[in-house]
């Protein structure tokens, strides 16, 4: 009875063109990382959203969970098609294998929009609201879900493409998530108000849509931090872009030294010197006899030098992907979320030694704890992520609320010459706004950049070239809202809206029934 009445504006007839349909959902998939970087045509991710909910329109169950499959497909096949690069390349795998492994990791990752449309249709569709607010905030609590689910893979949200937009001022205050939650809401007004074709339901979602999008306006210039010290730190980042298929061979290792030695001899005196991850390959406790004297000039010359490099283990059972800081600095951090086969691989026991893949240089790291203190550079709080840490909101806000500084390192090598780096950077730059700090960014060959506390690029380094990048970072004091409650505020307003409609929808129905 509730569900009649819910379609029946509509006008469709369940299982009309369902081929179309399929169809339909592969490519609003693979439309929506073109509103990512680097081609940042944002409205596509409106229209992908919108598509979507044509999709999954007037199908059954079986069907949503086949379009919502290939919805998912679209999207990773197209957005993260960068993988390829990774184990092709530097895995040494064979084309087909190579296409094959990237195509199952894509076809595995779908599944989680698979699951999600299954339980839009089966039970979010049909209550009051559903389309309108369910949809939305089913979408950002399975991107939260991808974020830690099997270790997480939190890519490609569609909150990142908004990050130069108005409504950009949200994510200071609610985080990615929000703006994911806006965009996405705002696909569904424009879809129910195509569909209703009626002027006081048009100026009805009108409204929503302005008052979403005005409101980020409104707030986007607020300063919720504030510089805490007149002069700005001088840092300089160098991009030694060392080739990856040579980085870990015993002949390169002296010459990979003497690179960085000889362009940070120069910067000496700089407050603070970056290096990118496992910028030195070899242990740190083997690397002692190069990093100690460098160490030693550099605190000389008041300069802090943080860089990336493996770390044995004290109890002798592995080593860990980290970052220490030297001269004036102190502190050393070991990386936490580690890239399943390029760091650690699954089921080890089987697959080590099936094809070279699986056996990549230093792919056995072991996860650091998850309580590290930041790192201290000078007198100032460096909170410190390596490689994609970075893209995970609220791991990223956990540390920023105690510190001065975001620092990143990366090798972006692993994805060669591809939109991969470009996605980071972007992802890099909303965890700057969403925490209100500067945010310095070193890699091995791009993209090294320095991010002020708004999100925007200051200094950026070209991609592929060996460069130092030189510029300034200010210390910023205090903290946004999203850096003190991180995403719980909109993560649990999507889940109680998702619980009001359905204590509504049963209500409703119950009351239906007795009448």
């Avoid at 081929?19 to 339909?24: F, K, M, N, T």
Wanted: charged share 15%.
């Amino acid at each position: 009875m509730v569900k009649a009445r819910e379609f029946a504006f509509l006008g469709t007839t369940a299982g009309s063109r369902p081929l179309l349909r399929a169809l339909l959902a592969l490519i609003a998939g693979a439309i929506l990382p073109f509103a990512l970087a680097p081609y940042d045509l944002w409205p596509v991710g409106i229209a992908s959203c919108f598509i979507y909910l044509y999709c999954l329109l007037d199908c059954n169950r079986r069907q949503a969970l086949w379009r919502g499959w290939l919805y998912g497909l679209g999207l990773f096949g197209s957005g993260v098609s960068w993988v390829y690069v990774s184990i092709q390349v530097h895995g040494s795998a064979s084309v087909p294998l190579a296409a094959f492994l990237t195509a199952l990791f894509c076809a595995g990752l779908a599944l989680f929009h698979a699951a999600f449309a299954w339980i839009y249709v089966a039970w979010v569709r049909q209550l009051p609201g559903g389309m309108l607010l369910g949809f939305p905030s089913l979408w950002v609590l399975f991107e939260w879900l991808r974020s830690w689910l099997l270790t997480g893979f939190p890519w490609l949200y569609l909150g990142n493409a908004y990050l130069d937009t108005p409504i950009a001022g949200w994510a200071p205050i609610l985080g990615v998530y929000s703006l994911s939650l806006v965009a996405a809401l705002t696909a569904s007004c424009l879809f129910l108000a195509w569909r209703r074709k009626a002027l006081n339901s048009a100026l009805t979602y009108g409204v929503i849509i302005a008052t979403l999008w005005i409101g980020g306006a409104v707030l986007r210039p607020v300063e919720w931090v504030a510089p805490a010290i007149k002069k700005p730190l001088q840092v300089a980042l160098v991009q030694a872009n060392i080739p990856q298929e040579l980085k870990w061979r015993p002949e390169y290792y002296r010459p990979t030294l003497a690179a960085y030695q000889s362009a940070t001899e120069s910067l000496l005196g700089k407050d603070i010197i970056i290096w990118p991850e496992s910028a030195i390959p070899n242990y740190y406790q083997r690397a002692r006899d190069f990093l100690d004297p460098l160490s030693q000039q550099a605190r000389a010359s008041h300069s802090a030098l943080i860089t990336g490099i493996p770390w044995l283990r004290e109890d002798g059972k592995g080593y860990y992907n980290s970052i220490v800081s030297l001269g004036e600095g102190t502190g050393v951090y070991h990386k936490q979320r580690l890239v399943p086969f390029g760091e650690y691989v699954p089921l080890e026991q089987w697959l080590r030694g099936l094809i070279a893949f699986f056996d990549l240089p230093m792919s056995a790291f072991s996860a650091g704890s998850p309580r590290q203190d930041n790192l201290r550079a000078l007198s100032y709080r460096l909170a410190p992520f390596i490689c994609y840490e970075i893209v995970y909101p609220d791991l990223v806000a956990h540390s920023a609320r105690n510190a001065d500084l975001l620092i990143t390192i990366s090798n972006d090598s692993w994805f060669g010459k591809s939109i991969g780096p470009l996605q980071h950077l972007q992802m890099a730059r909303m965890r700057a706004l969403e925490n209100g700090r500067y945010l310095i960014r070193g890699t091995n060959n791009g993209v090294t950049a320095i991010v002020n506390h708004r999100g925007e690029i200051t200094a950026r380094a070209p991609q592929f070239e060996t460069a130092v990048l030189e510029g300034e970072v200010e210390v910023m004091l205090g903290n946004t809202p999203f850096s003190s409650f991180g995403s719980r505020p909109v993560l649990l307003a999507c889940f109680f809206a998702l619980l009001g409609m359905q204590v509504l929808f049963r209500t409703f129905w119950r009351d239906a029934r007795t009448r």
